[in-house]
């Protein structure tokens, strides 16, 4: 999400993951204007792609194959949508809420979730807000506990909020050091946050930016949090876990935000470098990736890293882009 490009640059570290295979294939489908910050990624059961943006307080379509965008939704007295997460076939759930841009600050008391009905009308419905009063700054998004419970993560709190969407009822359910940001290092600890309850309910997985690492934590036994890569990797952010169905090598593909590079983790930790340098404009400040329902292709959102310049000049509009992962999960 969000990368504070003058706090970041502060401490970023330079990371030297391996490259171990060729680089794929990729191609843009989509590229935003300049000044759009388009912040993550949901895959739709139809192939359609939903995108959040910081910088309006709207849902996006696009068309993979098209490469058309539409605006979906918007949402009333708001400045940006964050994270996303499908909570039931063809209902999503949005983060939506006020950030000032400028001083890259979440507005406290202005958060909450939405949810966007797709199946009934041609035309998606805006239909619930579950607000989440006591977040400074809400981001990732995942579905669903045990409990059918959104979790969603404040990443200048450090903590991840249980929202039950039938009650109305917002608690915090992990908090502590591995879900906050060091201190004195930028505002961004827990970020990213995904799970695959069909596979494992029990399982979340998270990044945390400033900590520079993925983490998984067990959501029964709150202090079973165990890194999984890191903590090499300062500015990781939102990634895309692989069904176990679909590889039992790989785990995930996270962007690295601040590094401008796609990372492959492998299940027993492994880190490679997919696509993108330090100093690259192939992928430049990769904000969020998800899977294809195929599994065949990896969609990557950018910021265009306008916040990080490249070598201290480059920036551009953010893309979506499509990477051919076959041979690589
Ligand atoms: C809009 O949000 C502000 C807080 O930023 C709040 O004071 C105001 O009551 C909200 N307006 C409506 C119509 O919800
Ligand atoms: C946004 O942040 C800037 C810089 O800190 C500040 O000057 C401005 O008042 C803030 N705007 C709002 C609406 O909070
Ligand atoms: C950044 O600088 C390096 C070294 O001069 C160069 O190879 C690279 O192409 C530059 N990147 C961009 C995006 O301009
Ligand atoms: C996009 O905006 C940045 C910063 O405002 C600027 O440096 C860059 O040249 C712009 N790029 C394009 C393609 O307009």
């Not at 965008?69 to 006020?98: H, K, R």
């Not at 041609?122 to 009063?133: I, L």
């Not at 939102?238 to 990372?263: E, I, M, Y």
Request: overall charge negative; charged content about 15%; glycine content about 10%.
């Amino acid at each position: 999400m969000l990368m504070l490009g003058r706090a970041l640059a502060l401490s970023l570290t330079l990371v030297s993951a391996t490259v171990a295979f060729a680089s794929p294939t990729y191609r843009t489908i989509t590229q935003f204007p300049n000044g759009t910050f388009v912040e993550n990624i949901g895959v739709r059961h139809d192939g359609s792609l939903l995108l959040t943006t910081l910088t309006g307080p709207e849902l996006w379509s696009v068309d993979p194959h098209t490469g058309s965008t539409s605006i979906v939704a918007t949402f009333p007295n708001a400045t940006s949508t964050v994270g996303l997460a499908q909570y039931s076939l063809d209902i999503w759930a949005v983060v939506v809420g006020q950030i000032n841009m400028s001083a890259f600050e979440g507005i406290p008391g202005t958060f909450g979730i939405w949810l966007v009905d797709f199946k009934h009308t041609k035309k998606p419905r805006v239909v619930k807000e579950v607000p989440v009063p006591a977040a400074h700054i809400l981001n990732g998004l995942a579905c669903c506990d045990i409990r059918g419970r959104l979790l969603a993560a404040d990443s200048n709190a450090g903590i991840i909020y249980a929202v039950d969407v039938d009650s109305g009822v917002s608690e915090p359910l992990l908090s502590g050091p591995a879900f906050e940001h060091p201190v004195g290092g930028f505002p961004l600890g827990v970020n990213g946050v995904r799970m695959l309850p069909k596979e494992n309910p029990d399982a979340l997985f998270f990044t945390n930016s400033a900590g520079a690492v993925l983490s998984r934590v067990s959501l029964s036994s709150k202090d079973e949090v165990q890194s999984v890569v890191g903590p090499d990797f300062a500015g990781v952010d939102d990634f895309a876990l692989v069904p176990r169905a679909l590889s039992r090598k790989t785990l995930a593909f996270v962007a690295f935000n601040n590094g401008n590079q796609l990372l492959r983790v492998t299940r027993d930790g492994k880190t490679d470098v997919v696509l993108g340098a330090q100093d690259s404009a192939v992928l430049p400040g990769p904000s969020s990736a998800q899977l294809s329902n195929d599994g065949h292709t990896l969609y990557v959102t950018t910021s265009g890293s306008g916040g990080n310049l490249i070598n201290g000049t480059f920036s551009e509009g953010p893309r979506v882009i499509a990477i051919d992962v076959q041979h690589l999960i």
